[in-house]
């Protein structure tokens, strides 16, 4: 059975800092492109961030780059979000996703969440003023 089970979410302060994480088991997870997506109250999923199998490759959503990371522990089989400068748009619940395979075999594929397998139950992040 896969299970994707995320943590860390909570209520923050704008500027703050959360880390969120994702323990998978049910899948090899090393072979697996991982990734974040985010849905807001009235709004679409969105993906966040995606990380190769290996790691060696990340993908920002434009709004988040320079302030979340990606880091993935393969021998944990454990992937984290680390949000920093957080604001009010990141309000969300967020949900770890997986895909075997190639992240993005054609523009912006990663965003895509149709195109992963396996998903998360979510963990809210919610950012006050």
């Known amino acids: 059975q896969v299970q994707l089970v995320e943590s860390g979410g909570g209520s923050v302060q704008a500027g703050g800092s959360l880390r969120l994480s994702c323990v998978v088991s049910g899948i090899t997870y090393s072979t697996f492109c991982m990734g974040w997506f985010r849905q807001a109250p009235g709004k679409e999923r969105e993906g966040v961030a995606s990380?190769?199998?290996?790691?060696?490759?990340?993908y920002y959503y434009d709004s988040v780059k320079g302030r979340f990371t990606i880091p993935r522990v393969n021998t944990r089989h454990t992937l984290y979000l680390q949000m920093n400068s957080l604001k009010l748009e990141d309000t969300a619940m967020y949900y770890c996703?997986?895909?075997?395979?190639?992240?993005?075999?054609?523009?912006?594929?990663?965003?895509?969440?149709?195109?992963?397998?396996?998903w998360g139950q979510g963990t809210q992040v919610t950012v006050s003023s």
């Open positions: 990380i190769t199998a290996g790691g060696s490759r990340t």
């Open positions: 996703a997986a895909k075997e395979g190639n992240c993005s075999p054609y523009t912006n594929t990663w965003t895509r969440d149709h195109t992963y397998t396996y």
